[in-house]
């Protein structure tokens, strides 16, 4: 839990380098979202996440669709790999409920250990 607040960044196809700070860790929404229930074949959908990414500047997004697999790097002098972005993006979970700005990732230590690989 000590990475909330945590200054990130990244660089994603669609909305290049944005800046934010994670907000939550294990964080979980049911969402009653047409399009993304129609997509996974249930209502309403579950989606769970390692880490819930806010914006750093009001009004801006920290990602859009196109970022998805972009690094989410520690923002500090050493830029160390965090996380892998999946999703999250304003047009898409939680519509309407406040949450139209946050961005989902996936912790990048456990993508390496399914992966059985270890980062340099």
Excluded: C
Excluded at 35 to 60: H, M
Aim: hydrophobic share 40%; glycine share 14%; net charge negative.
């Amino acid at each position: 839990m000590d990475v909330i607040g945590m200054p990130v960044k990244k660089i994603g196809r669609t909305t290049g380098l944005q800046k934010g700070n994670i907000v939550a860790f294990g964080h979980g929404v049911t969402s009653e979202s047409e399009p993304i229930d129609r997509a996974v074949g249930r209502k309403p959908a579950n989606f769970y996440t390692d880490l819930l990414i806010a914006p750093r500047e009001k009004g801006k997004v920290f990602s859009a669709g196109g970022d998805s697999g972009s690094a989410i790097l520690v923002d500090d002098d050493q830029n160390r790999p965090i996380g892998l972005l999946w999703g999250g993006w304003p047009e898409d979970i939680g519509r309407g409920r406040g949450m139209e700005d946050l961005t989902y990732a996936i912790d990048l230590t456990r993508v390496l250990k399914t992966m059985e690989l270890e980062l340099l």
